[in-house]
């Protein structure tokens, strides 16, 4: 059974950073493709960031583009998002999502989620 598990949401001022986690169970790891997504209240859920299995490739979203960060850490069955420049915009729960062919902002390419984590950005 595949479990992941987000960690790191929180309530930060506009311009801070937090960094997001995910640890993954279930699954080898390494060998696939990770993405973050967010869904804002009253929105439809929406594609954040993405890396490749060996974190040699990644995409990102228009709207976090220079702000974010995405990366991981095979050894620890890990993906990160590094946030920097938080705008009230990027309110939302985090998801992180597995997905066994390569990487992407479709959210079909994906068919494991974790449960979410809150990030509140205050003005």
């Known amino acids: 059974q595949v479990q992941l598990v987000e960690s790191g949401g929180g309530l930060v001022q506009a311009g801070g950073s937090l960094r997001l986690s995910c640890a993954a169970s279930?699954?080898?790891?390494?060998?696939?493709?990770m993405g973050w997504f967010r869904q804002a209240p009253g929105k439809e859920r929406e594609f954040v960031a993405a890396?490749?299995?060996?974190?040699?490739?990644?995409y990102y979203a228009d709207s976090v583009k220079g702000r974010f960060t995405i990366s991981r850490d095979n050894a620890k069955n890990t993906v990160y998002l590094q946030m920097n420049s938080l705008k009230p915009e990027d309110t939302a729960v985090y998801y992180c999502a597995i997905a066994p062919g390569t990487y992407g902002s479709g959210m079909g390419r994906y068919d494991y989620w974790g449960q979410g984590t809150q990030v509140t950005v205050s003005s």
């Open positions: 890396i490749s299995w060996s974190g040699g490739s990644t």
């Open positions: 279930g699954r080898t790891f390494s060998s696939y493709a």
